[in-house]
Structure formats: structure tokens, C-alpha cells
């Protein structure tokens, strides 16, 4: 079945550094890529999403593309904030075999520290 | 535009007792989604309603969970037992018709606070 797995954290940083977090995933179809990020005490909040291969996702300074041929989905940021710390989690969906059902990764926990 | 809704936002109970979440999706948005976030794991997908038809309830423990939404709109999500190991945040999402893009089909979620079950 359809699995993603992501670097383990937790990731801590001091402001304005370079931040990556790794994303491979496994899936039978051709599926989207999506990064979401949890904020403390709050819900789910879309970051960014890629439908197709070499398709770059990016909000809020972050990126990601979407790579068929490794099979990844990496987050980058060149200059992460205190504002940054939150929980992110990598998820697909695969159309053809579970519909819009999103399979998450773990999450990665990141603290900025100012 | 309004968020998703849910409440209560935190529930204490014992094992053995019943609790019922709610869930109010944004307006307009056909799809609900019911999952899972056991601490230091990802959501897991209990159950997926389109309008007021189940479309996918396959990883949802149907000995002690059941789900519904009636009208189509809000949903109710109802543990009864509860087990010390449904200690989870459970959140609500909902999504409109799903677009295009690229000659994939997208549907993005939006997620809802969350209700945090402590079972003791």
C-alpha cells in the first residue's frame, strides 16, 4: 500500500538557517504530494501541494518538488523563522487506489530557536 | 469564509464510557473526513463521507466506532466503548468539489482544530 516516510526529528534550528526535510514516499499510482503543518494547539494547515512530476510546490518561503524518479517530496525554507516552529507532515493521495484519502508521514517536529 | 468546526475542543473520560464528536465542515463542501492522530504519528483516515453516503469506512474499527451525517452537513463521530489506546486527537476535514491540475485530480483537505480524547 501507499506509505510516506519522513526524516526523523525533532529538527532544531537557530533563525535565518537553511532548513531540509526529507520526504520519500511509496505509491502504486501517480499520486499528489502535499506538506501540511501544525501549528501548537492548532488544526492542520495546507503549506504547499504538487500534482505532477517536477511540479515545485511554495507558500511562505518554503518549497518542495516533486521528484518521480527518487521518489521524494523534500521541504526547504533558506531562512527559517521562530514563527516557523510548528509540526510538518508530508502526506499523498493516490487517486486510483484510495481515492482522496491522504496518507501522512509521521511528522517532523522543528523548533527555531531565536 | 468560516473554518471547519469541532467540538469539544478536549475530552476526559474513562475506558469503557461513550464520547461523540462533532464536526461542522466549511460551507459548500460535499466531502467530510473523520481521522485519527495518535500522539507522535500522522492522521489516519477513519472514515469519509461524501454528502451523506459513506465512501470509504475501511480503517474504521466498527466494533466500538460509528459515524453519521445526516443532513449531509455536520457529522457526529461516536466511541462507545472507549479503550485506553483511542487516547488521540481526533480531526475533522472537509473538502470541495476537487479541481484539476495538471490532468490530476486534486482534492484538497481543510482541517478543523481538532478534539483531544484522554481515556483514562
Known amino acids: 500500500g501507499d506509505s510516506v516516510t519522513q526524516m526523523e526529528g525533532p529538527v532544531t534550528l537557530s533563525e535565518e538557517a537553511f532548513l531540509t526535510i526529507n520526504c520519500t514516499y511509496t505509491a502504486t499510482g501517480y499520486p499528489s504530494l502535499f506538506w501540511y503543518v501544525q501549528y501548537p494547539g492548532e488544526g492542520l494547515q495546507l503549506l504547499l501541494k504538487?500534482?505532477?512530476?517536477?511540479d515545485k510546490g511554495s507558500n511562505k518561503g518554503f518549497e518542495a518538488t516533486y521528484r518521480k524518479e527518487t521518489t521524494s517530496f523534500h521541504l526547504e525554507k533558506g531562512s527559517v523563522q521562530v514563527s516557523d516552529s510548528a509540526v510538518y507532515f508530508c502526506a499523498l493521495s493516490d487517486w486510483e487506489t484510495s481515492g482522496s484519502r491522504l496518507t501522512f508521514g509521521e511528522g517532523t517536529q522543528l523548533t527555531v530557536n531565536p | 469564509e468560516a473554518g471547519v468546526a469541532q467540538s469539544p475542543r478536549y475530552k476526559i473520560i474513562e475506558k469503557r464510557q461513550s464520547v461523540a464528536f462533532w464536526c461542522n465542515p466549511i460551507s459548500g463542501h460535499a466531502t467530510l473526513y473523520w481521522y485519527q492522530q495518535i500522539l507522535g504519528q500522522g492522521p489516519k483516515l477513519l472514515i469519509q463521507?461524501?454528502?451523506?453516503?459513506?465512501?470509504?469506512d475501511s480503517q474504521l474499527p466498527k466494533d466500538r466506532f460509528s459515524a453519521e451525517r445526516l443532513k449531509g452537513v455536520d457529522s457526529t463521530l461516536k466511541i462507545q466503548p472507549a479503550k485506553l489506546e483511542d487516547s488521540a486527537v481526533y480531526l475533522c476535514?472537509?473538502?470541495?468539489?476537487?479541481?484539476?491540475?495538471?490532468?490530476?485530480?486534486?482534492?484538497?483537505?481543510?482541517f478543523g482544530p481538532g478534539t483531544r480524547l484522554t481515556v483514562l
Open positions: 463521507f461524501q454528502n451523506n453516503g459513506v465512501v470509504d
Open positions: 476535514a472537509s473538502s470541495p468539489v476537487p479541481s484539476t491540475s495538471g490532468g490530476a485530480r486534486v482534492d484538497t483537505q481543510y
Open positions: 504538487a500534482t505532477k512530476a517536477d
